[in-house]
């Protein structure tokens, strides 16, 4: 049997629930979300290694409908965000329309009937079957395997991505790297039964993950490789206890709570003055995170391995007291030259040395210029979103893209921050989706697909305001792709961002009013 919605969301990180939660608020009460996970929570449910926090203040890393008076630190550590997350899925009564363990195989526009037609599985066969198949997540699946788990049909009018930029795994390719005969895991899939005690573990990748969990194994582990492609900037991290006092202060006068958060708010703004107005502002910094290596690092050969040669800001600048010091340890290396290949239960760098490990933890981070794995969504003429974005992805607004009807992205490209809190960014992409989903449901459109002209123009004038900024100085970073364009950041303060997406420009879009038609007849979502 076919399900129907009028609103199909993926996803239960941030921008799902908080689109879910304006949809209720507004009096739309037809959609689902899909969850492929068995709890909700996004990224805060499926990162859950050692030492996983947000790197950005707590009390700003919250909906404004919604602040939160009992996070017990500046920087909240997982399980409190995932637990805040819990409780607005309850609060705002959304648990009746999601769907857990729900894996969007595919979701194709059928110009018949409007709408689209989305194809789920369970998730847990779904992940069995990839397992047995040697499969990682974003691989295209056969569609053709008989083996492959059940897929159910639903129907729904919209379809709005809640899936975060930082969803799908990133692997290094490395020769020999599923012959590895010890136990390997990325980060975002941490095995918590394995014991680093005694062990000889290689960590591959020194970004903002590996920032935090490589403290926490250098504590138990024997010997620990640290394999290191760039070092990042990394500056000291302003944390502590929010005391008892304060959060009781906070609960019962909530105009205090919110006046600490714009503080941190206009604190952070500042910021893109250095980003995006005069990177040589951003020298004050270098020279605080230059101080941050030599106070925390004895040996010099050490300082040298750490220290990034290029300018800072070009990619993500990451905080930690804790890295460095757990860097500068007798039983850990941190390893500069590059590994040729896998061998059994060694790692060989470029220069045929072979070290010999138990484990091995990818700290690669996530494909985010493919936020939206290939294969996933079809729009007019079954044209798959990647191939749309064959020179980097992009979107109007951030949200909709030229080809695709009746689809919104939250956290879509070039929404992504280098200063501050994305919720704020989720925030203002959803009164953008749902102004337009209240223009439709008024003037009675069925469709609404952004013009050609108007998103070629709006991502134009992006790249031309990216030109300008540190992070095009020439630094390799996942902001930018293989041709050297950013799809990732947002190029100025985040309440002009704000002002853009305040009302649905309809006169961008090409709006239409159509019949209904019959279900049925529509391809297949893989060809």
């Not at 068995?38 to 790197?55: K, L, Q, S």
């Not at 005391?243 to 708010?265: D, G, H, W």
């Not at 925390?296 to 990619?315: A, M, N, S, W, Y």
């Not at 060694?346 to 996530?366: A, L, M, S």
Request: glycine share 8%.
């Amino acid at each position: 049997m076919t399900q129907t919605a009028q609103i199909a969301i993926i996803g239960t990180g941030f921008s799902g629930l908080g689109m879910a939660i304006k949809l209720k608020e507004a009096g739309f009460n037809n959609f689902v979300i899909l969850e492929q996970s068995d709890d909700i929570g996004g990224t805060w449910h499926e990162n859950h290694y050692p030492g996983c926090a947000c790197d950005v203040q707590s009390a700003l890393y919250s909906f404004s409908f919604e602040q939160n008076p009992n996070w017990t630190r500046m920087f909240a550590p997982q399980p409190e965000i995932k637990a805040y997350l819990r409780h607005c899925a309850e609060k705002y009564g959304l648990l009746e329309h999601i769907q857990l363990n729900t894996h969007v195989a595919g979701a194709r526009w059928n110009d018949k009937t409007g709408a689209w037609a989305i194809e789920t599985c369970d998730s847990p066969k779904l992940w069995a079957y990839m397992e047995a198949n040697n499969l990682k997540p974003g691989d295209v699946l056969d569609r053709s395997d008989k083996t492959l788990p059940r897929f159910r049909k639903l129907h729904a009018e919209v379809l709005v991505s809640g899936m975060g930029g930082l969803s799908t795994p990133a692997y290094p390719d490395i020769k020999g790297m599923d012959t590895f005969t010890g136990t390997s895991f990325h980060s975002q899939s941490w095995d918590h039964d394995y014991d680093f005690r005694g062990k000889r573990v290689a960590v591959i990748g020194t970004g903002a993950s590996a920032i935090q969990f490589v403290p926490e194994i250098a504590k138990d582990a024997a010997h620990l490789d640290l394999y290191q492609r760039t070092p990042p900037w990394i500056m000291p991290k302003p944390d502590r206890e929010i005391r008892p006092l304060e959060r009781m202060m906070f609960k019962k006068v909530p105009q205090t709570l919110n006046a600490f958060r714009q503080s941190i708010y206009w604190m952070l703004e500042a910021r893109v003055l250095g980003f995006v107005g005069n990177p040589r502002i951003l020298k004050i910094g270098e020279l605080q995170a230059r101080r941050h290596i030599r106070s925390q690092i004895k040996d010099k050969e050490l300082r040298k391995k750490v220290t990034p040669d290029f300018h800072f800001g070009c990619k993500r600048v990451l905080i930690s007291n804790n890295y460095y010091p757990a860097l500068d340890q007798d039983h850990v290396d941190v390893l500069t030259d590059g590994i040729r290949e896998v061998k059994g239960n060694t790692i060989v760098d470029t220069n045929g040395t072979e070290r010999q490990v138990d484990c091995i933890v990818y700290g690669t981070g996530f494909k985010a210029q493919e936020p939206i794995p290939r294969g996933m969504i079809y729009g007019r003429g079954g044209q798959d979103l990647l191939d749309a974005w064959r020179e980097g992805a992009e979107a109007y607004k951030g949200t909709t893209v030229a080809g695709f009807p009746n689809f919104f992205m939250l956290m879509g490209p070039n929404t992504g921050l280098g200063h501050s809190s994305m919720v704020y960014m989720i925030e203002s992409q959803v009164q953008y989706v749902l102004d337009a989903l209240k223009k439709m449901q008024h003037r009675g459109w069925k469709t609404v697909e952004v013009k050609e002209d108007a998103f070629s123009q709006y991502n134009a004038s992006i790249h031309a305001k990216l030109g300008d900024s540190v992070w095009q100085t020439g630094c390799k970073s996942w902001y930018v792709n293989e041709n050297g364009k950013n799809t990732t950041l947002w190029p100025g303060f985040t309440w002009q961002f704000r002002q853009q997406t305040k009302r649905f420009d309809a006169e961008q879009y090409v709006c239409e009013a159509t019949e209904v038609m019959e279900q049925g007849g529509e391809p297949a979502l893989v060809g």
